[in-house]
T-cell receptor, first 113, second 116 residues
Framework: NAGVMQNPRHLVRRRGQEARLRCSPM?????VYWYRQLPEEGLKFMVY????????ESGMPKERFSAEFPKEGPSILRIQQVVRGDSAAYFC???????????FGQGTRLTVV | AQKITQTQPGMFVQEKEAVTLDCTYD???????LFWYKQPSSGEMIFLIY??????QNATEGRYSLNFQKARKSANLVISASQLGDSAMYFC?????????????FGEGTQLTVNP
């Protein structure tokens, strides 16, 4: 039973490009959470999704960031027109149901040059 | 106000000794959960231990135990018999069931170094 899979592990983008981060939850999990960790800081909640629905996006920046969790396939966090300040580690976590233990993926480290 | 406060940016402990990592929290939600995660230098987040606000007993998992003092709003992590592999960043996190559902709020972390 594979854990939460995130890819790529490392992503380098030039300013202005788009970044797409993928997260495949654990088998049987239909709840996905995205967090961002800036250098030397703790994780900050971004968005909570269930299949085909955004439940809570209160931590998402209003512009350039979007997330989806389609019926089939992984959850995608998309950052358009990246800027240097977007450089961070982006973690995905999944849970079987709301409020149950969430398991984290290994993260995607985005570097904007 | 900070929801989760970890006042120790860095801690040092001698191998085989016990160490306590502090965490205080702030919530008005009657139902909440407290978590500790370990983040080694490789970057992944490893779940260590969980304490629910209604749990009567302090949580324990192997060498990890959680010293839960509800009246003081503290949830300190105790690591017994420290090992070199325990050197990592440790994060305390909270889930407030009624106000924020499943999202976790993290502290800023404590960097633990275990010396041989």
């Amino acid at each position: 039973n594979a854990g939460v899979m995130q890819n790529p592990r490392h992503l380098v983008r030039r300013r202005g490009q788009e970044a797409r981060l993928r997260c495949s939850p654990m088998k049987g999990h239909s709840h996905v959470y995205w967090y961002r960790q800036l250098p030397e800081e703790g994780l900050k909640f971004m968005v909570y999704l269930q299949k085909e629905n955004i439940i809570d996006e209160s931590g998402m920046p209003k512009e350039r960031f979007s997330a989806e969790f389609p019926k089939e396939g992984p959850s995608i966090l998309r950052i358009q027109q990246v800027v240097r300040g977007d450089s961070a580690a982006y973690f995905c976590a999944s849970s079987q149901a709301e409020g149950t233990e969430a398991f984290f993926g290994q993260g995607t480290r985005l570097t904007v040059v | 106000a900070q929801k989760i406060t970890q006042t120790q940016p860095g801690m040092f402990v001698q191998e085989k000794e016990a160490v306590t990592l502090d965490c205080t929290y702030d919530t008005s939600d009657p139902s909440y959960g407290l978590f500790w995660y370990k983040q080694p230098s490789s970057g992944e987040m490893i779940f260590l231990i969980y304490q629910g606000s209604y749990d009567q007993q302090n949580a324990t998992e192997g060498r990890y135990s959680l010293n839960f003092q509800k009246a003081r709003k503290s949830a300190n992590l105790v690591i017994s018999a420290s090992q070199l592999g325990d050197s990592a960043m440790y994060f305390c996190a909270m889930r407030e069931v009624e106000t924020s559902g499943s999202r976790l709020t993290f502290g800023e972390g404590t960097q633990l170094t275990v010396n041989p």
